[in-house]
Every structure is written in C-alpha cells, then in structure tokens.
C-alpha cells in the first residue's frame, strides 16, 4: 500500500517533509484554542481579546494562501514551501518570548503567513511528485499527520496549562519546526520540472491583494469582534455582520471584474469553467463547513448542553482524531486501485447521516453515548478528507497545479467561516432571548434544541455537497494531461 511511494529517494523527501509541515500547521491551529483563557489571565484582559492570536492566523492563513501559492509557480513551490516552515518556527519561538498580548498577536500573524505558505504550495509538490493513479495515497500520508499533531495538541496543551506554562505550548512547535526545516531542506536540489509558457509569470499583486482583503473581510464577517453580545442577532451583531456581509459581496464583484482584465491574473476564472474543478472544489467547502460547524457546535453541546467541562469536549472528539491515524490511508488505497465514483458522496452522505442521527438523539442519551454515536461522522470525515484533495488536485493539469493548490487551500478557509458562521446564526435562532435569565440546567434543553436546528442545517449542506460529489466525473484525457512529471522532477 505504502511501498511504491517510497520507492524512490526523492519521493521519500516529500513525503516526509511535507507530513511533518502538516503536522506543525495543525498543532498550532486548532490546538492552540485551548490557550485562550489562559493567555487572557496571564495578560489580565478579556477573553475577546485573547481571541485575536485565533483570528489574526485565520486571517493570514485564509487570504494569502493563494497568491503563496501563485508566488511558488514563479519562484518554486519547494523554494516558498521552505519559506513558510522557517517563517511558522520562528514566529512561534517569538511568541514564547512575548511579554505583552499584542507581541503575541503579531508574531501569531508571521505564523499564519507561514502556514499560508506551506499549505498553499504542500499541495502542489505533492501533484508534481505522485501521479493521479497514486494521489488518494500520498495525500493520505499528511493527513494522517495533520491528525497525529492534533492528538498531541489535544494530550499536552492542557497538560502544559494546567501545571507549567501556556509558553510551552508554544514552545512544542520549536522542534517539530526544525525536523521539519531539515527534512524540506533536501528538496531545494531536486530538479526543476520545465516550465510551461504561460504559467508562473508575473505575479498579479493587485489581484493578490485584493483577493487577500476580500478573504479577510469574510472571515472577519463571521467573528464577533463588535462590541456587545457575541451573537449574530443583538442589535449590535447586526450594526456589525450585515454590513461585513455586503462589503464582502462588493469586494468579491470588485476581484472579478478585475481579474477578467488582467492578462496574468492571480486566477484565470476560466479555470471555473471546467466541471470537474468548480464541483471538487464545491465539494470541498461544503465538507469544511461541516468540520468547522462540529468544532463550533460540539463543545457548546458538550458544555452547555450537557453541563460539563471543556475537557470533555476531547473525549467526544478523540475517536474522530483517532481513527485518523487509520482510515485516510485506508481510503486514499480504495481511491487509488478502483476510483469508486460512489467513494466520496457516500462518505458526504455518512457525515451527514451522522449528524442527523446526533441531532436526534441527543436530547434522549446520556453524554457517554455522544463519542460512540459520533463515529459515522468520524469514519465519514477520514475517509473524504484525502481522496477530495486528490480529487482536486487531478481537476485540472500539471501545469495549473498551482492554482489549484491555492484554491483547495482558499475554498478550505472559505467553508471554515461559513461554517462557523452558519452553525452560530442557526443555533443562536433556537435560543430563547430571556437565556440569560435562567440557571444553567434550565438552559440546557434550549442548547440541545438549538444543537438539532443547527444539525440539520448541516445535514441540508452537506447531502448538497454529495450531490456535487455524484456528478463530478473525471474526463480521461484530463487524467492523461493530468500527468506527472518524471519522478525526477519535484519542483518547477
């Protein structure tokens, strides 16, 4: 299973390199959550504050990973790959060191920027080195990785909060940062694949920037940084969230009225024109707004709902992450040896059945039951997580990988905040507006109501992304051209 993609030297270097990036690039995402109440504590300011070391990497991370990737078609995606793992490991030393909460905010930026450079371009090396016929398998590797580094997050960060220091947590990236520097360092003398005309020209700056700003006033458009209730719909979450929503729409009309003009732009919207691409990367949001959606509803079900602690919240959670070690590989072999057209709407369709029987039961089970009757949207998630991006991946040609590289990683962002976004507006409509009035084991049926609208918001999104899922069909000659370059050539 494993075997043919080792079975070269340069091979080995990618997988390991780009296995150990996902791994950093996911410890310090969701991982680094659990620091925020102590951070606020240590620094004496409120929780919303703390929250920006979160939302200044989403912002980072979301709105430059396309032109990260962009500039690796110009400059070598190994080259800005590199880049980002030295930009990640530093940021993140800098941060232990920070003395005040904007040091940290600052420094938590570079390291979104390095993620942004890493993800935008881990995708692409990968398509570059692995043929169509063996991406389930390779793109199963990282994942798997990317589970394993939120195991270790989820086991250690409280640990180090609750006896040594939230620095340490920090600290942890330092030497997963440097395995992962020298194990990308070998890369840069892989030989270049040969160029293709027009492709990797000139960098579209103000395509890339406007793109960047109307990716910042998304995911800004789901946070609560207005003043007031964290809700969607107090007066003031209005003032603040309705606007953001049409000042994204202008700016995502503005970029392509603009990029239609450009001669080299940051996309080619012509790229949309291809079935197959515009459906995998559909796809792709619709599943990230399920992920998002569970790590936002799960811990209010958890904690609210049920009226337990936030470490609780791991236990429901730990055998999604766990069958992550297992499962992509598995999935990612099936993909590769008999291309199952029914693979990833089924997989779709599991999460979604998933969550519809959580959404059920929950207000007739006990909390212990919650991890069992979670495993179909665990098995689900594992499973489509790694096949899609090789879907994607294989949409569109070589040349273009790039582009696609970047918007895999763009349309990953995007389903995060309409995710999260989503899933709070649903939930917060089956709260009643006199909750603060009451205990917490009074609230708790309202939370687990609110739990079921929001489950079935997502049941409805996510049997859409399976439609999309059942109709993408991959032309054969897309697969020919689609094909990669000579196993000597890694990088462009």
Not at 257 to 268: L, Q
Not at 308 to 335: E, H, R
Not at 366 to 391: E, H, V, Y
């Given at each position: 299973?494993?075997?043919?993609?080792?079975?070269?030297?340069?091979?080995?270097?990618?997988?390991v390199?780009?296995?150990?990036?996902?791994?950093?690039?996911?410890?310090?995402?969701?991982?680094?959550?659990?620091?925020?109440?102590?951070?606020?504590?240590?620094?004496?300011?409120?929780?919303?504050?703390?929250?920006?070391?979160?939302?200044?990497?989403?912002?980072?991370?979301?709105?430059?990973?396309?032109?990260a990737?962009?500039?690796?078609?110009?400059?070598?995606?190994?080259?800005?790959?590199?880049a980002?793992?030295?930009?990640?490991?530093?940021g993140?030393?800098?941060?232990?060191?920070?003395?005040?909460?904007?040091?940290?905010?600052?420094?938590?930026?570079?390291?979104?920027?390095?993620?942004?450079?890493?993800?935008?371009?881990?995708n692409?090396?990968l398509?570059?080195?692995?043929?169509?016929e063996?991406?389930?398998?390779?793109?199963?590797?990282?994942?798997?990785?990317?589970?394993?580094?939120?195991?270790?997050?989820?086991?250690v960060?409280?640990?180090?909060?609750?006896?040594?220091?939230?620095?340490?947590?920090?600290?942890?990236?330092?030497?997963?940062?440097v395995?992962?520097?020298?194990?990308?360092?070998?890369?840069?003398?892989?030989?270049?694949?040969?160029?293709?005309e027009?492709?990797?020209?000139?960098?579209?700056?103000?395509?890339?920037?406007?793109?960047?700003?109307?990716?910042?006033?998304?995911?800004?458009?789901?946070?609560?940084?207005?003043?007031?209730?964290?809700?969607?719909?107090?007066?003031?979450?209005?003032?603040y969230?309705?606007?953001?929503?049409?000042?994204?729409?202008?700016?995502?009309a503005?970029?392509?009225?603009?990029?239609?003009?450009?001669?080299?732009?940051?996309?080619?919207?012509?790229?949309?024109?291809?079935?197959?691409?515009?459906?995998?990367?559909?796809?792709?949001?619709?599943?990230?707004?399920?992920?998002?959606?569970?790590?936002?509803?799960?811990?209010?079900l958890?904690?609210?709902?049920?009226?337990?602690?936030?470490?609780?919240?791991?236990?429901?959670?730990?055998?999604?992450?766990?069958?992550?070690?297992?499962?992509p590989?598995?999935?990612?072999?099936?993909?590769?040896?008999?291309?199952?057209?029914?693979?990833?709407?089924g997989a779709?369709?599991?999460i979604?059945?998933?969550?519809?029987?959580?959404?059920?039961?929950?207000?007739?089970?006990?909390?212990?039951?919650?991890?069992?009757?979670?495993?179909?949207?665990?098995?689900?998630?594992?499973?489509?997580?790694?096949?899609?991006?090789?879907?994607?991946?294989?949409?569109?040609?070589?040349?273009?990988?790039?582009?696609?590289?970047?918007?895999?990683?763009?349309?990953?962002?995007l389903?995060?905040?309409?995710?999260?976004?989503?899933?709070?507006g649903?939930?917060?409509?089956?709260l009643?507006s006199?909750?603060?009035?009451?205990?917490?084991?009074?609230?708790?049926p309202?939370?687990?109501q609110?739990?079921?609208?929001?489950?079935?918001?997502?049941?409805?999104?996510?049997?859409?992304?399976?439609?999309?899922?059942?109709?993408?069909?991959?032309?054969?000659?897309?697969?020919?051209?689609?094909?990669?370059?000579?196993a000597?050539?890694?990088?462009?």
């Amino acid at each position: 299973m494993v075997r043919p993609l080792v079975n070269t030297r340069q091979r080995r270097e990618v997988l390991v390199a780009v296995t150990a990036a996902y791994m950093l690039v996911q410890l310090s995402s969701l991982p680094v959550a659990l620091s925020l109440p102590t951070l606020a504590d240590y620094f004496s300011t409120s929780i919303d504050d703390a929250a920006w070391i979160v939302i200044i990497y989403l912002l980072m991370l979301g709105s430059l990973v396309l032109l990260a990737a962009r500039l690796g078609d110009r400059y070598g995606h190994n080259r800005i790959f590199l880049a980002g793992l030295v930009a990640s490991t530093v940021g993140s030393g800098l941060i232990a060191l920070s003395q005040e909460l904007w040091h940290v905010v600052m420094w938590r930026a570079v390291t979104g920027l390095g993620a942004a450079m890493v993800m935008g371009n881990a995708n692409a090396i990968l398509a570059a080195t692995f043929g169509p016929e063996e991406r389930g398998r390779a793109f199963a590797i990282p994942v798997t990785g990317a589970r394993l580094g939120t195991l270790i997050g989820l086991a250690v960060f409280g640990l180090f909060l609750q006896f040594l220091s939230w620095r340490f947590v920090f600290v942890t990236f330092l030497p997963l940062g440097v395995l992962a520097i020298a194990a990308a360092l070998p890369m840069l003398k892989h030989p270049r694949a040969p160029r293709v005309e027009g492709v990797g020209g000139s960098i579209d700056w103000f395509g890339g920037i406007l793109l960047a700003g109307t990716a910042v006033v998304l995911i800004l458009s789901g946070s609560h940084v207005h003043e007031g209730e964290e809700s969607f719909l107090s007066s003031e979450g209005l003032r603040y969230h309705i606007p953001m929503h049409f000042l994204f729409l202008a700016l995502l009309a503005t970029f392509i009225i603009v990029e239609r003009r450009m001669r080299n732009p940051v996309i080619d919207l012509r790229h949309f024109r291809q079935k197959p691409f515009s459906l995998a990367l559909g796809s792709n949001v619709t599943y990230h707004f399920s992920m998002l959606a569970t790590m936002t509803l799960i811990p209010i079900l958890v904690e609210d709902g049920f009226g337990k602690s936030p470490l609780f919240v791991t236990v429901v959670l730990l055998p999604s992450q766990s069958l992550g070690l297992v499962m992509p590989m598995l999935a990612g072999w099936v993909f590769d040896r008999y291309q199952p057209r029914y693979l990833r709407p089924g997989a779709m369709a599991l999460i979604a059945g998933g969550f519809l029987f959580v959404g059920l039961a929950a207000p007739h089970i006990s909390f212990w039951m919650l991890p069992l009757i979670m495993l179909p949207i665990a098995i689900g998630t594992n499973i489509f997580n790694p096949i899609n991006n090789a879907t994607v991946m294989n949409s569109l040609a070589l040349e273009h990988r790039g582009v696609a590289s970047g918007m895999l990683e763009t349309t990953r962002e995007l389903g995060h905040a309409l995710g999260a976004t989503a899933a709070a507006g649903a939930l917060a409509l089956a709260l009643p507006s006199t909750l603060d009035l009451l205990s917490s084991e009074a609230a708790q049926p309202f939370f687990i109501q609110g739990f079921r609208m929001s489950s079935l918001m997502v049941v409805f999104t996510l049997m859409f992304g399976a439609v999309l899922a059942y109709f993408h069909r991959l032309p054969a000659q897309r697969q020919a051209t689609a094909a990669p370059a000579p196993a000597h050539m890694g990088d462009d």
